[in-house]
């Protein structure tokens, strides 16, 4: 959403969870990492900030000091992902390859010190949980169309890629139609001509596909 | 802080919990109430806005969009204050005058689901609870001084005021001096010629006294 937000292109490159070692060259073992003009730059706050000093226009920041965004990030990153987590653990590791199946659930069940089953029991209570968790974004998006105001900027896209991420994962609908974060993932989907829309997901038994406007 | 922010004066009323008369033509019972040449302004997000619509000079929302300071204000309201008060909320209640203490009670346990003294247990986890709901507002304070970014605006006084409202009710200790919130909120203390930290505090054994500069 960054890129093209910013009307850059990239080539995507498909990875695996284990296949550490594509991306050594970035001297650690996550994703995202954004290669550009031989600079490696990897963790999507860092991989922002990169896009906005370096391509000005279209700013990803609005207004904004870097540092009110950067806390929606850290939310989203810190609250908002583990409750998330506690209702699409399951089904991530359901989609993965096989090669990838052992590292998933002894790296994830080690930082969630349960068995992802476990995890993900009572489903119900999850949801209720993040609806909970989802109070201030719902009440932001009460009185604005987005984070960012009037249109969407990176304040929107860090929470919304944890709403893509459980949608590419996941049949678990997370969201009632009536909340207004339903509304504003709408639009988000529909963005960039539908770009987030198109991305393919496990629950359509197809590989993640991305493109770019 | 916002008033002071806006470099306006405001005469400050006494209030206490029961003391609903007072503040009945406001048309609801909770304070913050703003009045502002007759017009009546309730809920301090609402009084916020009211000051920024009607003394635009100072801006308190620097030239973010209007819902991302929201979304700050209502993860205070929803994450911040009920891990605060997990730790405060007794000291609260023994802090209180006579005539409050049964409606306080009543109410905040009914709110709570547990007697005051349960909710306030073990109050090490309490405050490592706390530390991790504000880990987003540490790692926002890792890059730049304020979430306002070189200033301080209404993004970070309406996180503030809720350890102003700890501070001013309880002796406990909330962060680490190590912490960059812990910094932040001696800078907001030194703020407007040491407004903040000259409000007496009820450990202290005397009463809330706010000035403005």
């Known amino acids: 959403m960054a890129l093209a937000h910013k009307r850059l292109n990239a080539n995507c490159i498909a990875w695996r969870f284990s296949d550490k070692q594509k991306i ?3 001297g ?7 290669v550009d003009h031989g600079q490696s730059i990897h963790d999507s706050w860092r991989i922002a900030k990169h896009l906005e000093e370096n391509y000005p226009s279209q700013s990803l ?12 990030n850290a939310w989203a990153d810190r609250a908002l992902v583990p409750a998330i987590a506690q209702i699409v653990i399951l089904d991530v590791f359901n989609g ?24 993900v029991e009572d489903k119900p209570t999850k949801i209720t949980k993040l609806k909970r968790v989802l109070a201030p974004l719902r ?16 304040a929107d896209y ?18 009632e139609k009536e909340d207004p974060i339903y509304t504003w993932r709408e639009r988000l989907l529909d963005a960039f001509d539908g770009m987030a829309r198109a991305a ?13 406007p």
């Open 61 to 72: 920041f609005g207004n904004a000091s870097a540092s009110l965004v950067q806390f929606v």
């Open 200 to 212: 393919f997901t496990v629950s359509e038994n197809q590989r993640l596909k991305v493109t770019y």
């Open 24 to 26: 050594a060259f970035s």
């Open 158 to 175: 860090c929470v919304f890629g944890m709403f893509m991420w459980a949608r590419c994962v996941s049949p678990s609908e997370l969201l």
């Open 139 to 154: 009440q932001a998006l009460g009185e604005q169309a987005y984070l960012g105001g009037n249109a969407a900027n990176y």
């Open 28 to 34: 650690q073992g996550a994703v995202p990492v954004l």
């Open 96 to 119: 993965l390859h096989e090669q990838d199946k052992a590292y998933f659930r002894a790296s994830r069940e080690k930082m969630l010190g349960a068995s992802l089953e476990a995890v």
